[in-house]
């Protein structure tokens, strides 16, 4: 597609749950990077892939969340046993390469019940 | 230290006039970066404009335009003749010589735009 693409767009889940968002990137761009959006708050880093790897991985809030990337393509965030605050717009950018400027999808909205 | 200072939470401009978005930046490095992003309320995250350390020139792009003081470290973001669709959060974000991977954002001005 023309743009980073991301789903769902909108995701309610019960606290306990387990949740995975998605994230097509622009064909050809190599770099994918995750990022958190609290209500009110500017972005918190999550965690970056260059193609398929993902080699700091300290942005990750806890050991509850996790990423991985097929390629250079599709990537997903799972979230496992959700808190309440997980409650937040998760946006994915990518980037032709890593110094590249990065290009943002419209980001998930997460509100976890 | 905060990394991206944006000391304005929100901001109103009268339509067609010009506004200025404040930045600040805190790095010992002498390789760097700045953006300007815009997110609407859908949540998309649409870049602007883009300045390097070693730049001369500040950037432009369109009604846009980076005000960038290297010796203040500042980095202000210049909207000419806003419009009613420039009302939207603003992000100011830094990337630094060694991280590139890592790019650290301001907190964001919320821009109104008033007709």
């Known amino acids: 597609g023309a743009g980073v693409s991301q789903s769902p767009s909108n995701k309610v889940t019960e606290k306990g749950k387990d949740v995975e968002l998605r994230c097509d990137p622009i064909?050809?761009?190599?770099?994918l990077y995750w990022y958190r959006q609290r209500l009110g708050q500017g972005l918190e880093f999550l965690i970056y892939?260059?193609?398929?790897?993902?080699?700091?991985k300290s942005g990750l809030p806890s050991d509850r969340f996790s990423a991985e990337r097929t390629g250079e393509s599709v990537s997903t965030l799972t979230i496992q046993r959700t808190q309440q605050e997980d409650s937040a717009v998760y946006l994915c950018a990518s980037s032709l390469r890593l110094a590249g400027v990065r290009y943002f999808g419209a980001g998930t909205r997460l509100s976890v019940l | 230290a905060q990394k991206i200072t944006q000391t304005q939470p929100g901001m109103f401009v009268q339509e067609k006039e010009a506004v200025t978005l404040d930045c600040t930046y805190d790095t010992s490095d002498q390789s760097y970066g700045l953006f300007w992003y815009k997110q609407p309320s859908s949540g998309e995250m649409i870049f602007l404009i883009y300045q390097g350390s070693y730049d001369e020139q500040n950037a432009t792009e369109g009604r846009y335009s980076l005000n960038f003081q290297k010796a203040r470290k500042s980095a202000n973001l210049v909207i000419s003749a806003s419009q009613l669709g420039d009302s939207a959060m603003y992000f100011c974000?830094?990337?630094?010589?060694?991280?590139?991977?890592?790019?650290?954002f301001g907190t964001g001005t919320k821009l109104q735009v008033i007709p």
């Open positions: 892939f260059q193609g398929n790897s993902a080699p700091d």
């Open positions: 064909s050809g761009h190599t770099a």
């Open positions: 974000a830094m990337r630094e010589g060694g991280g590139y991977q890592k790019v650290t």
